[in-house]
């Protein structure tokens, strides 16, 4: 059975549009979850809203929506005024530009859709665009409405089909500077970071996404499999944190030698020779400081 569209509309570039669908990309169904129980009884806990300064219980009739001009002082916004302002949706998805890809900063990237066509009609001018994005090695920008909310969506192309990502807008991301202004520039020595190279080196790999395992996820369903089943559940005892380390270039020379260092070393000749040559020069110097003294 094929999934249930979240969106259905129409795919525009300039003249050329095609109807199309859009199936969110990502879910959490498979994400253990957990209910709030009463534990006498074992039956499921009810939320309720509640005044914060009366204490009374509020029904669904009371409750309403207001924004906070100061502690404790609500301006009500209406229903009907909010609807008043949202934007209603054309059901079209209007490309207005085509950008490189790596000038998109991924910090905007938010949530990510499959486009798909919608019907055999919609295919030929579907595999139009598809392709013709293709051949430029750009994505797309356009915009689209969501649940009320106009949005910048990101689109390319994905297989036979299109992955549309829409995009924080620029209030929505933290300047970098507030978190890294106060980080220092501690002088580094080249050996530290020719060291520290090697030891990515041994790392190296593709991305693969299949190699990745929810540790904590595996560890819950493991935990509810064996408490459902009257398992006894034993507690683990806390490991020891291990010290801070207080040498730096130790500690890359034992990550390096850990990780077979002398064959990653072996792979860069010059930087080899370099070092050695290095190590030569400061053994001549050593000497002649020796005769002269």
């Known amino acids: 059975m094929a999934p249930r569209a979240y969106w259905k509309g129409t795919l525009k570039l300039s003249l050329v549009s095609c109807p199309v669908v859009l199936y969110p990309a990502t879910t959490a169904a498979e994400k253990t979850r957990f209910h709030l129980i009463n534990r006498e009884t074992g039956n499921r806990l009810k939320q309720q809203m509640i005044d914060a300064e009366t204490g009374d219980v509020v029904e669904s009739d009371q409750k ?38 790596e000038e998109i900063d991924q910090r905007y990237l938010n949530h990510p ?3 798909a066509p919608d019907g055999k009609a919609a295919v030929d001018a579907f595999a139009v665009i598809r392709d013709a994005m293709k051949d430029q090695e750009r994505v797309a920008l356009a915009k689209i409405v969501l649940t009320n909310r106009e949005h910048i969506m990101a689109i390319e192309p994905l297989g036979k089909g299109l992955l549309g990502t829409t995009l924080r807008f620029p209030y929505e991301l933290r300047d970098e500077g507030e978190f890294f202004g106060d980080i220092k520039s501690p002088k580094i020595t080249k050996d530290m970071v020719e060291l520290a190279g090697h030891i990515l080196q041994t790392k190296a790999a593709h ?12 560890a819950l369903k493991a935990l509810v499999k064996r408490k459902a089943s009257g398992k006894k559940i034993e507690l683990p ?8 380390v207080v040498n730096l270039m130790d500690a890359l020379k034992q990550s390096l030698k850990g990780r077979g260092g002398k064959k990653a070393a072996k792979s860069h000749p010059r930087r080899a020779t370099g070092r050695h040559g290095a190590a030569k020069k400061a053994h001549r110097s050593t000497a002649r400081h020796r005769k002269a003294g």
């Open 113 to 115: 859709y499959y486009i």
């Open 237 to 244: 005892e806390p490991e020891e944190r291990p010290s801070n």
């Open 207 to 218: 991305f693969d996404p299949g190699k990745f395992k929810d540790e904590y996820e595996n």
């Open 64 to 101: 309403g929506r207001g924004y906070e001009l100061r502690k404790g002082k609500y301006v009500e916004i209406e229903p009907e005024e909010l609807e008043a302002v949202q934007i209603e949706s054309n059901h079209t998805i209007d490309i207005e530009s085509f950008v490189p890809s």
